[in-house]
């Protein structure tokens, strides 16, 4: 992503983030107009900032802060540097997915697993 597009993804997220969630469609439709890949962006940003999961990049692992595995992420969530692209598979430990590095430092696929909490 380049540098003028960040800024404004930045400014939109830092003014649609305050709002009630009721609120924030209409916003992004004034702030973003018919830019629909500042909009995906920002709304990617929304998403996460709302999900219920925790994210250590150390050791980059993901958990659900309730009892079951985080899932059903919608396909282009940010989570950390990573933009969701597909669900790989599914199983007793909890939810892969295709992500490529989103954040312009450089370019790489990555498996991301959500895992099940405990």
């Known amino acids: 992503m380049d540098t003028s597009l960040w800024e404004q993804v930045e400014a939109i997220f830092s003014e649609a983030v305050e709002l ?11 702030a973003c107009g018919d830019d629909e890949a500042l909009r995906t962006e920002v709304d990617g940003l929304l998403t996460a ?7 250590e990049m150390e050791g980059e692992l993901l958990r659900d802060e309730g009892a079951g595995p985080v899932q059903g992420l919608p396909l282009g969530t940010l989570v950390g540097p990573y933009r969701l692209e597909a669900e790989v598979g599914r199983g ?15 370019d790489k696929t ?9």
């Open 20 to 30: 009630p969630p009721g609120q924030r469609a209409a916003f992004l439709d004034r």
């Open 49 to 55: 900032d709302t999900a219920d999961f925790a994210l």
């Open 92 to 106: 007793g430990m909890g939810t892969v997915y295709r992500a490529s590095r989103a954040d312009g430092v450089f």
């Open 110 to 118: 990555v498996a991301l697993k959500l895992v099940k909490r405990g």
